[in-house]
């Protein structure tokens, strides 16, 4: 169930513009402890770097994810991650791990990193709390336990009010966002996703947003993967690269 990401909220449900959304996201990274929000991977880096800066861990690495499986293209994930020795974090829709339990099994034993995103794929902002946690716990439920002590979470199409963020973190979990956004939402081409990535690099520590269920995301990766490895970044999955 591919998706446009819509822009982040403010707590009384108000979009926010990009500039505002963008001070919103840095100020709530640097208030909120990494136990609850993360973004990123990094230390906050001086903005004068040119070059991307060395993470708190002492390599460059960078964090795929994929929103919104498992479905009917899972398995072509799998098997091309596979070949290229990259391991990930897939964020799960609860109601397709209930449809499709075996490609849920399928990828925990690859080694993959699972985590919940909500049970029906609505915003969390819209959600009761009963609802939400309604949705966090059932899905949960469906995935392997996780070896975090507080398991990842990650809103459908970001969008997160004050009251769904602590509801979450109430929950028990971390609520995991993104840094980079790879675009390929927004497009069908697998070429244009991959220049996204030459011309526009992510930086040492990202976490990199992209979909399952996508054709032309599915085609991009070998691109993907190999021009992050040419920048030198090791690919790792988020709880490896926040925790």
Not at 54 to 61: A, C, D, L, M, P
């Amino acid at each position: 169930m591919p998706h446009k990401p819509l822009p982040e909220t403010s707590a009384d449900g108000v979009s926010l513009s990009s500039v505002a959304r963008k001070g919103a996201r840095a100020l709530a990274g640097r208030m909120m402890p990494s136990s609850l929000l993360v973004m990123n991977g990094t230390e906050s880096p001086p903005k004068s770097e040119v070059r991307p800066t060395t993470s708190r861990h002492g390599r460059k690495r960078v964090a795929l994810t994929f929103d919104d499986g498992p479905d009917e293209l899972t398995p072509e994930y799998l098997a091309l991650l596979d070949r290229l020795r990259v391991r990930a974090t897939f964020f799960l829709v609860g109601d397709a791990c209930a449809r499709h339990p075996d490609h849920v099994r399928s990828l925990a034993a690859a080694g993959h990193e699972l985590a919940g995103h909500g049970y029906t794929h609505q915003r969390f902002s819209a959600l009761s709390t009963s609802e939400l946690r309604s949705e966090l716990e059932r899905t949960q439920a469906l995935l392997p336990a996780s070896p975090r002590e507080r398991p990842l979470v990650r809103p459908p199409h970001g969008a997160l009010s004050l009251p769904a963020f602590f509801t979450c973190a109430r929950a028990g979990f971390t609520v995991a966002l993104w840094s980079y956004n790879s675009g390929d939402w927004a497009t069908d081409r697998a070429d244009v996703i991959a220049r996204n990535f030459r011309e526009r690099p992510p930086e040492d520590g990202a976490i990199v947003l992209m979909h399952e269920g996508q054709r032309w995301t599915l085609d991009a990766l070998p691109a993907v993967v190999g021009s992050l490895r040419d920048r030198g970044y090791e690919l790792c999955t988020v709880g490896e690269l926040v925790d």
